[in-house]
C-alpha cells in the first residue's frame, strides 16, 4: 500500500529538548515536505526536498531542520523546541514536484 | 490581500443537498489548482486537480476554475455524511526549482443524515 508514515502520531516534550519526527515513504517520490497546521493559519510548509541531499527551506523553517540522506526518508529536527512550535505537523510526498501530494497521518506536538 | 482566500464556514447541510465549496485567488501566477479532502485526525487526501479553466467531473464532485474571475469551486452533488470533512483548495505557483503550493484555510463541512 502506498503510504507516507510519521512517527510518533502524538508527543508531549519539554522546552529545549530535542527531538526528532521522523518520515519515511514507499512510492519512490523525489519530492518531500514538510508542513505545520495551526487554527486560523491552516497548512504552512516548513522545509522541502526536491531529491537526496537537496533541501530547501518554506515559509516557516525558524527553528527547524531537515535531512534528506535516503529518498524514502526525510526527518524533521527540532533542536530546541519552544511552545510556538506546539502544533499539528504533516509530512507529504510527490512524484517529482509539489502537486499530487501524499500526506502522512499527522503528528501533535505538544511544547510544555 | 491573501493569497488565496477560503471561507472557514462551517458548513452544514441535510444529506442529499448540492454543496458548493469556493476559492478565490489573486495571483495569476497560479497554475495547477487542486482540491484536498482532510477528515478529523487525519492527513489531506487528493480529490481532484485540474490545470485549466473549465469543469472537472468525477463521480459526485465537479471541480470547477474561472481563471478570467480568480475563482474555483467545488461541487458536490448528492452530498453524504461520509463527505463530512475539512475541503482545503490547494494551488501551485511557480516554476522549476521554485515551485510551492499554497494553501486555502478550509472549509469544515458537516453533511447531516
Redesign the interface.
Known sequence: EAQVTQNPRYLITVTGKKLTVTCSQNMNHEYMSWYRQDPGLGLRQIYYSMNVEVTDKGDVPEGYKVSRKEKRNFPLILESPSPNQTSLYFCASSFRRPAEAFFGQGTRLTVV | QKEVEQDPGPLSVPEGAIVSLNCTYSNSAFQ?F?WYRQYS??????LM?TYSSGNKEDGRFTAQVDKSSKYISLFIRDSQPSDSATY?CVL?VGQG?S???V????TKLTVNP
Open positions: 495547477y487542486m485526525r487525519k492527513g489531506p487526501e487528493l486537480y482545503l501551485r526549482g515551485e510551492k503550493l494553501f486555502g484555510k478550509g
